[in-house]
């Protein structure tokens, strides 16, 4: 049961202090294998948090521009119908497995043509807590939806709890490595992950060294967040890693040495376009992290 503190008010009414932590956790479901996955981790965190969950099932309907031409209007209309059915069928076996969840639920469906779904999914998951979804590599199944996780990060305001594809989870999350970085988008990442920070046995903060940064290689950051976290009641270490490999390499070296459940980072600390084509920290561990991920922007 949740605790309320009571703290008086100028007016001299007492007010509720709710207890601090997710209250809405938002899971992406499209009806393939890794629903389970997702499902598994996202019911997980929210028991953690007596939190609602709220799986969002996503029909992307076909493209009309595939059947133009010598198909036909029929062809469209056809595919459409399909489309919807296939939906009724896989919203309905969704609905039925949330009914057997132990956490407070219910299945939300959107269903609309590409490049108007992942709008509306970020407009949709502005009022929760968290989201869960799939790194987006691996299997074709999670390679499909990267387009919209990226509008997600970008636009829903909140932080993405990104599973790679067939990992189930472990029994609790107990030890959280953080890739600090001097930007505003790691700040926000560490702001997204405070409440499960706070349930963590061991919080480890690691930054690659960088060239150009004095002797300390930005390891005077590295103290100002640890200090910042201590005040909320979490006690870390600190690692400066060398500049051997790509930081996304290192970040997930250092991950493993410690045996980290989840690795927190900021994401797209530069712009989509110059990390497509040079690369980068954000894109380099989407496509190789084979742990969970917590992600903000």
């Not at 503190?5 to 007016?11: D, P, R, V």
């Not at 987006?136 to 499909?144: A, I, K, L, N, V």
């Not at 499960?196 to 046995?201: Q, V």
């Not at 250092?254 to 927190?264: G, K, P, T």
Request: hydrophobic residues 45%; charged residues 20%.
């Amino acid at each position: 049961m949740n605790q309320i503190a009571m703290k008086s008010s100028t007016t001299g009414i007492a007010k509720p202090i709710l207890k601090a932590g997710y209250k809405d956790v938002m899971v992406h479901l499209d009806g393939t294998v890794e629903d389970e996955i997702r499902i598994a981790h996202a019911e997980a965190i929210a028991a953690q948090f007596e939190a609602h969950l709220t799986g969002l099932y996503t029909n992307a309907l076909p493209d009309a521009a595939l059947y133009a031409g010598e198909f036909g209007t029929s062809a469209i209309v056809d595919a459409y119908d399909a489309a919807r059915r296939a939906g009724d069928a896989i919203h309905t076996r969704l609905t039925q497995r949330f009914a057997r969840l132990g956490v407070a639920n219910e299945v939300r469906r959107l269903e609309s043509f590409p490049g108007l779904l992942e709008k509306d999914v970020a407009t949709e998951a502005r009022w929760a807590d968290l989201i869960v979804g799939s790194c987006p590599h691996g299997t074709s199944d999670c390679e499909r939806w990267g387009s919209l996780i990226e509008t997600i990060m970008f636009n829903s305001g909140h932080g993405l709890y990104l599973v790679p594809p067939g990992f189930k989870p472990r029994q609790a999350i107990r030890t959280v490595l953080i890739g600090w970085v001097d930007t505003r988008e790691a700040a926000r990442a560490v702001s997204e992950v405070l409440p499960l920070l706070g349930l963590a046995t061991q919080v480890h903060l690691a930054s690659v060294q960088e060239a150009g940064k004095g002797k300390l290689g930005g390891a005077e950051a590295l103290a100002d967040i640890a200090t910042h976290l201590d005040r909320h009641g979490i006690a870390t270490t600190i690692s400066l890693l060398p500049d051997n490999d790509t930081p996304a390499a290192m970040l997930l070296a250092e991950a493993h040495r410690v045996s980290a459940d989840l690795i927190v980072a900021g994401a797209y600390g530069h712009t989509r376009l110059r990390e497509w084509i040079l690369g980068g920290a954000t894109y380099d561990l989407l496509q190789s992290s084979n742990l969970p991920l917590l992600m903000a922007h």
